[in-house]
């Protein structure tokens, strides 16, 4: 439990509308112009040159940050598609309904976040889906098993898969989780045998 990762959702706005057909169809291809297709072997991958996507996502790790300190549950899976699942590095499937759970228990433990840093890669593009390596960095005053309050900084690395909703970008999967590290109290962490 204590090398959780906290696992973070994206939530991107969608395409802006508009009432004037003409308009719609004239933004539409100004954003086929903003992006770039970029061939890999035998997989093609869509590049957005405008911005959007990742100022969305952007937006959304404000929400995101604001949901964990404020230890909001339903806020923080609201920034969840309803299939979101994560795929440990052991191979295990988490289900949207499994990570709810391990998040309300996460929290629990969390007396208050001092810091959440979050650095978004390079954003690919793949029609209703995007992905990107995310770097995470977050400091807290946890209550661990000892029942006392330690000062807690995990890091990891993970590559996240967003949808696109009606409601905007939200986060579908999380895989490829690299652990980069839990300190305690400012010391590598080893956990009890049992």
Do not use: C
Not at 2 to 24: E, Y
Not at 50 to 77: H, L
Not at 122 to 148: C, E, F, H
Request: aromatic letters at 8%; glycine letters at 6%; zero cysteines.
């Amino acid at each position: 439990m204590i090398s959780f990762i906290l696992v973070v959702s994206l939530l991107a706005a969608g395409g802006p509308t508009t009432a004037a057909a003409g308009a719609s169809e004239v933004q539409s291809q100004d954003v086929r112009l903003e992006r770039k297709i970029k061939v890999k072997g035998t997989k093609s991958f869509e590049r957005d040159k405008s911005k959007p996507v990742r100022k969305a996502i952007e937006e959304w790790y404000a929400r995101n940050i604001a949901a964990f300190n404020a230890k909001d549950v339903a806020a923080i899976m609201a920034l969840r598609t309803d299939d979101f699942h994560t795929l440990t590095p052991d191979g295990k499937v988490n289900t949207r309904a499994d990570m709810e759970m391990r998040t309300k228990r996460f929290l629990e433990m969390i007396d208050h976040f001092i810091s959440q840093e979050f650095q978004i890669g390079t954003i690919d593009l793949r029609g209703d889906l995007a992905t990107a390596y995310v770097t995470q960095k977050t400091v807290r005053m946890q209550r661990l098993p000892d029942g006392v309050l330690h000062k807690v900084e995990a890091a990891a690395v993970q590559r996240e898969w967003w949808k696109r909703t009606a409601e905007g970008w939200k986060l579908h999967k999380v895989d490829d989780i690299r652990d980069a590290g839990l300190l305690v109290d400012d010391k590598p962490y080893k956990p009890a045998s049992r």
